[in-house]
């Protein structure tokens, strides 16, 4: 079980945590494209390596925060 | 120490465990294999044993199968048991399994129970299971408790031998928070069985454990390495004991987070692969030295030693030294072959052979030196990448894992002398590559000739290294044979992921206290006692226990729920709707962050009103919906759907920090803190009146969809003027540790006014009558708010909510299924909710589905939900409910059964 850190709690056991998916998507505006909402809802990145992703320490603080994992070793990347 | 095995007694000493105690009382033969039921004596003295597998029978529940005979401790009024067997150990008809050995060839069971499929079930398979099977499950619930810990320490050293004492006591000298684990019942590890060792274990022992930062667990297997350094112990507390404390748990779960990690697991000594290497008192080299000088178990009189390395002599030296006599040592290196062996229930000869000069050499012990084999299971399950050593014939660590490091044997740190490479194979006649799994060296071989190639292959095809000790003596051989017949180096063929846990774990171990009623724990209203006590029968909602339908004396639960719908009808019924969830929403931009989180508009709502919303996701289906009121310009009493709850505030909570940080709006999950009472019913406001310490709920000042703030009897009170019935109606909120005494006190003013309680079943009769959906019975995550007739609900003027530009995707218009009613020809024939709609017998094209379907309780016949393909365009045509043998014809109606201008609301 990884240990995952929280931006206001520090290190803290995974399954405090609730994966949030890639990070960084852009919520377009109504007016937005066919296809670029499209890809809002269902196109997302999944690279061998490095990922930004979001987590949120929901059995915590709450708190969203970003962080970026290395997919083939499941390491977080400072 | 008394001990029985297979009801014969006998004794044994402090300390032994069932395998020492059996050989020192001559007893070899101990199990029976898995396929042909050949007789079997230990292999080896540890946790690696494939072959004595024995049951431990402590009465009752307390009977644990599958234990290696090698690793139980003996205990006062032991009572083992050999498995496998039919009648006994000595005489087992099973055996005729071996003599069919040349028509159960791997893949055997691939090959020949193919057909029909239907017989797996019923024939195949039962009869497999018992002709080759381990031990009896246990057919009683665990009556033993077993426990969890988290620890944290600096230093986790795993195993006690000397790398591992060496490790943990330098670390423990340095001040570190160690912890030393170790599966056997002393530490000690190879020192165990050296004479000469046993001062300075002694010293190294008694300075750790009067170290008060060291934490000593024996009888604790380290069984598996997770992400960042989180590690599985199995303590085994009270196996060994003959009367356990009950205090005591049976078995410990410990999840060690360790900034470090020793690994000093030792290595495993490989047996040799010739024919017949598996008659009863032929085994590991090793386990020969360590049953006669730890154990003062010899384990033969007349040994014939093996060996493919040094290490032979240094049993033989041994075994002479505790006075077994040493017939002879055959070193592999000096070009001899094993031919054979020969003894029904024991070893009584070997054969061998050298430059066409045979021999038969009498013997009662055969120990086998084929080299070592690093364990570098935790090693590799911590991601690190082994390589291969020929000089060792085997794997040892080789890439970095940060804070994991691997000591002594295990790291492939052991005498030039014990390095045999991978020992010759003499694969002629029977020569057991895999003990447990009964896997020989032609079955490997006659797997590459059919044509497998990956070694993943080769093990699924043969099972070799697929049993219970998976493979822990037997993979490296089997990757020598596959390779010698692919003409291909060990490399070239990898290695076998190696797979948590190192050794089998119980699964009450791994359960802890998470089992019965701590399994899923069971959430209930501040009311429970209450319908308890009214004979409610309950369902359960996720979590929750809801009460169904209260039924009366001879009442079955059509004629309850019929009842109870014709209660709340006529006069007033009232129901828990604790278990709805609640989500308060304030701030100075409340109304616009609920403008963007549901389809509805709610700037122009008016505190002290209430507003049915329709919360989508992104893609623009239903996601959940509920009344919520506006107590204050900034603040909104948001009610969810039970199951919707969580996920409601989860997303909620999602956008406001994520999307719209800028918003100032606070979102806190209220669910526990309010008990929720409907009471609904044209005499629902008559019942409340009294209890609302004059609070004004006339139609005039509190009209159907209004809240408001005042006391029930001096206690706080949130009233809400909603209806999930269609009848006039109520929803009592008081804080939860009220829910009990309130619901007392209303349920006394129902009964006065005729009426009296209802349960799950009767709103969701009551709420179908007046086509009021569902999230989840009627949707299923591909519904708009047109599709079950909310488009209503949306509003058009605001720029943007989540699921807006969805709703105007390509696709989300056209022909899409939509919410109607169904009416049956027969006025009692109830459809049945899944059940596929057609437009005719003849045409098989679903249309669509049924949702929901009810008996009507007062609208005089069966009703039923239905989402169907252009339903609103199809009203009045005749469509067909598709059974099995047989369809029930159906009308399409609106989906509104009772009251369709709503005048009863408005009461
Ligand atoms: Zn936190």
Redesign the interface.
Known sequence: MKLIPCPICGERAEIEFAYGGQAGLVRPPPTATEAAWGAYLYSRENPKGALRERWRHIHGCGRFFNLTRDTVTDKFIP | MKFTFDGRPYEARRGDTLAAALIRNGVHLMGRSFKYHRPRGVLAAGAEEPNALVEIDRGGARRTPNLRATVVEVFDGMVARSQNRTPSLRFDVGAVNDLLAPFLPPGFYYKTFMWPIGAWAKLYEPLIRRAAGLGRAPDLPDTDRYTQRFAHCDVLVIGAGPAGLAAAAEAAAAGMRVMLCDEQAEFGGSLLSDPAAAAGLHETLAALFANPRATMLCRTTAFGI???N?VGLAERVTDHLPDPDPALPRERLW?V?AKRIVVAAGAIERPLVFPGNDRPGIMLGDAARIFATRYGANPGRNAVVVTACDTGADVARDLAASGVRIARVIDLREGFRVTGTSGRLRVSFIGIERGGAREKIPCDLVAMCGGWTPSIHLYSQA?GKPRFDAALGAFVPDTEVSNLICVGACAGDMPGAYRAGIAPVSSEGRAFVDFQNDVTAKDLELATREGFRSIEHVKRYTTTGMATDQGKTSNINALGIVAGALGATIPEIGLTTFRTPYTPVTFGTLAGHSRGDLFDPVRTTPMHQLAVAAGAVFEDVGTWKRARYFPRAAEDMHMAVARECRMVRDSVGMFDATTLGEIEVVGADAAEFMNRVYINAWTRLAPGRCRYGVMLG??GFVMDDGVVGRLAPDRFHVTTTTGGAARVL?AM??YR???WPELRVWLTSVSEQWAVIAVQGPRAREALLPLVDGLDISAAVMPHMSVVEGTFLGIEMRLFRVSFSGEMGFEVNVPADYGHAAWEAISARVGACQGGLYGTEAMHVLRAEKGFIIVGQETDGTATPDDVGLAWAIGKAK??FIG???LT??GMSGPRRQLVGLRTDDPATVLEEGAQITATTDDNRPLGHVTSAYGGATVGHSIALAMIESGRDRLGATLQVRMPGRAIAVRVTAPVFYDPEGARLDA
Do not use: F, I, V, W
Request: aromatic share 4%; no cysteine; proline share 5%.
């Open positions: 997770y992400g960042d989180l999840q987070r991601r992104e893609n989860a909570e999602d920090q994520t999307e720029p943007d807006k530009r969805s995707r390509s």
